[in-house]
Every structure is written in structure tokens, then in C-alpha cells.
């Protein structure tokens, strides 16, 4: 049973790539069926990220040679390495959101923790990659990321500009069109953890959501203050555990924007001292 499970892993990839290749298709005989399907390109990179590329992440193949080739192929579909994402989301899971988590929706102000602003954490993500050298440095020194890490993610970094200088050269819009699937496909990532991680007064893990037919299509992804409290576990061996006060009322990527324009969000400090 497992083994369809693990099967559905090469959905949302396979979108993703398929609407990517659908855009290029129709880049210069309908520009409405080329922006549609780099939309949806974006869309399905999200969810590759969040379920696919994630997976990868927590649960690798035994296989040392089938493990790289496939950090290869996420570095080509994300247009950055692997192995910056493996970073990125070990320090998720070490920090849980503190102000220390490299994508966490808190920020300190003034020694108080405060929410973010969703337009500057949503539109422009590339801005937080700024301090990754220190969290390189700082994961290396507390284990979760190692010196070998760190070369094999330089190697993919490499492997993306060779793909991306590749694409310019077969048809200059084909180069374009990948920038601008990396570009909303990374900012529909933030959006989807700013959902899974609204700030609040008092500082959430995670939130969850529990729509059937959502949960059902996309492997669990909403059980994510689960997955957050279970991370051994695999997305079908979850079960709901959230409290109502840690649930979403829509999926995360609806809640986001929800939350961004509500009153909450303008309301939300904390006074929490920077330790």
C-alpha cells in the first residue's frame, strides 16, 4: 500500500514540469495559455516543495546514487540547490518558528517579538536569504547540516546556472519564463508557510487543516502541526491532533491571505524579550 503512496510523490513534480513545458509550448502563439500555465507551473512548484521535494527531505533513498540524482532533479524544478532547502528546513523544524527559524513569520523589534508584515514576507522571500551564510555556519556548528552538505550544495548551485544559461540559449523566452515560475513559485511558498505559521499574541508551532477532499489530494499536507510534532512520520501515518486554537479555517495557502487583510494582523505584538 506504501508503495502507491510513495508513487503519488511523482504527481505533483510532474505537474509542475508539464505546465512548465505547456507555457513554453504556447509562448509564442497565445499569451493568455502561456501565462495560465506559468501560473500553474508555480502552483504545483509549491506543492512539490511542501509534499515532494519535502519528503525528500525527511525520508531519502537507500540508494547513495539514487539520493543525489534526485537532490539533482529538485535543484533543476526549484531553481536553487537541494541542499539550501534542506537547510532551510532543518532550521524549520530545530527553531519551530522562533525568531531563529529562517522562515519563521516572528520578527524582533524593539526587543519584542512582532509578526511580520505578509506582503514583504510573501512578495519578497528573496530578502530573508540574506543571513544564510551565518545559518550555514551556525548548522554546521550544531550538526544538522554538515561541510559535505555544504560542497554538494554548491554543486547544485552550479547545476542551475548551467540549466538556466541552457534555457537561454535554446530560446531566450524559455529563460524567462523559468524566472518567473522561480519567482511566484517561491513567493506561493512563502504564502503557503505563512498559512502553516500565522503569528499570533502567543507563539504557534504550526497550524493544521482539515478538509477531506483537501487532505485527500494532497497526501495530508494540512496536518502540518502534526507533521511538526511527528516529523518521523510519514504524511499517510498522520492522524489529527491539532487543538481548534491551532487549525486553519481554509487551507494555508487561502489563510494566508485571510489573515493578511484581517484586523489580527495589524493587531498582533508580543512582548517577548530577545534572550
Request: aromatic fraction near 18%.
Amino acid at each position: 500500500m506504501k508503495i502507491n503512496y510513495h508513487l503519488n510523490l511523482l504527481l505533483y513534480p510532474a505537474l509542475q514540469v508539464s505546465c512548465f513545458v505547456l507555457a513554453a509550448y504556447f509562448v509564442k502563439t497565445n499569451l493568455l495559455y502561456t501565462g495560465l500555465f506559468i501560473f500553474l507551473a508555480a502552483f504545483f512548484m509549491s506543492f512539490s516543495l511542501h509534499i515532494s521535494y519535502h519528503h525528500h527531505v525527511h525520508f531519502k533513498p537507500q540508494s547513495k546514487t539514487l539520493n543525489r540524482l534526485v537532490d539533482f532533479l529538485i535543484s533543476l524544478v526549484l531553481g536553487l540547490p537541494f541542499h539550501f532547502y534542506k537547510l532551510q528546513h532543518l532550521n524549520h523544524h530545530k527553531y519551530n518558528n522562533e525568531v531563529e527559524d529562517m522562515t519563521s513569520t516572528y520578527v524582533i523589534k524593539d526587543d519584542k517579538t512582532v509578526a511580520k508584515a505578509f506582503i514583504p514576507y510573501v512578495f519578497f522571500w528573496f530578502l530573508n536569504i540574506g543571513g544564510f551564510k551565518k545559518q550555514k555556519e551556525k548548522a554546521i556548528k550544531d550538526r544538522y547540516f554538515t561541510p559535505k552538505d555544504h560542497k554538494k550544495m554548491i554543486a547544485e548551485g552550479l547545476l542551475n546556472i548551467l540549466f538556466i544559461m541552457v534555457l537561454f540559449y535554446i530560446n531566450w523566452t524559455y529563460g524567462i519564463l523559468f524566472g518567473v515560475m522561480f519567482y511566484l513559485g517561491w513567493s506561493m511558498i512563502a504564502l503557503h508557510n505563512y498559512g502553516q505559521h500565522l503569528p499570533g499574541k502567543q507563539h504557534q508551532i504550526a497550524y493544521s487543516y482539515y478538509g477531506k477532499f483537501y487532505n485527500r489530494i494532497f497526501m495530508n499536507n494540512g496536518l502540518h502541526y502534526e507533521h511538526h510534532i511527528y516529523p518521523g512520520l510519514e504524511y499517510w501515518d498522520l492522524k489529527e491532533d491539532a487543538l481548534p486554537e491551532r487549525t486553519n479555517k481554509k487551507s494555508h495557502l487561502l489563510d494566508g491571505f485571510r489573515f493578511a487583510f484581517s484586523r489580527r494582523q495589524a493587531e498582533i505584538t508580543t512582548t517577548k524579550k530577545r534572550i
